[in-house]
């Protein structure tokens, strides 16, 4: 592919067509049972397969939108169909196993995490995680009681004015 004369548009294509697949297993198999007995059988490889509201959005330029075929899948209604692309010559694209190990260890700081520690002990002693997320992430916010009202005194000025004058500081 990298050979040919079309290798550099093909590596573009691949590029956004290309998909990660992770595994806890150094030989990317998985389990899968056959006649009652659990086997390891190599996991497939795949390109990716855009439905049509997502080809959409890939920005392909038209001459990669030529490498790609309409195909039909149908729900298990047997109704509703799905408009997804396949690349019509796959072909061109080898697809690869690469290791990607975790070779480095976060520097971690044991004074930050004692004190988060304590943090967190103290929390849970006083039963106040529920009030900070009330505060924090309930749509009422609990602030009608904690904070004064002061909308109605901006609504007195226009923007222009309480950038001019200087009653904040």
Not at 33 to 61: D, N, S
Not at 87 to 96: I, M
Not at 149 to 161: A, I, N, S, V
Request: net charge positive; hydrophobic share 35%.
């Amino acid at each position: 592919m990298a050979r040919s004369r079309n290798g550099a548009f093909f590596q573009e294509l691949l590029k956004k067509i290309n998909t990660y697949d992770y595994s806890h297993r150094k030989d990317f198999k998985i389990k899968k049972r056959r006649r009652g007995r659990k086997i390891h059988v190599l996991r497939e490889q795949h390109l990716l397969q855009p439905a049509e509201y997502f080809f959409k959005k890939m920005k392909l330029t038209p001459a990669e939108m030529n490498c790609f075929e309409e195909r039909i899948r149908y729900c298990k209604n047997g109704i509703d169909k799905v408009k997804y692309f396949v690349v019509k010559e796959p072909w061109r694209f080898v697809l690869q196993v690469r290791p990607n190990m975790v070779t480095k260890q976060r520097v971690v700081a044991p004074e930050l995490c004692s004190a988060i520690d304590q943090l967190d002990n103290y929390l849970e002693r006083h039963q106040l995680k529920h009030r900070i997320w009330k505060l924090t992430r309930s749509q009422q916010s609990g602030r009608r009681r904690w904070l004064p009202e002061r909308k109605d005194q901006f609504k007195k000025y226009t923007l222009q004015q309480l950038l001019q004058e200087e009653w904040y500081e």
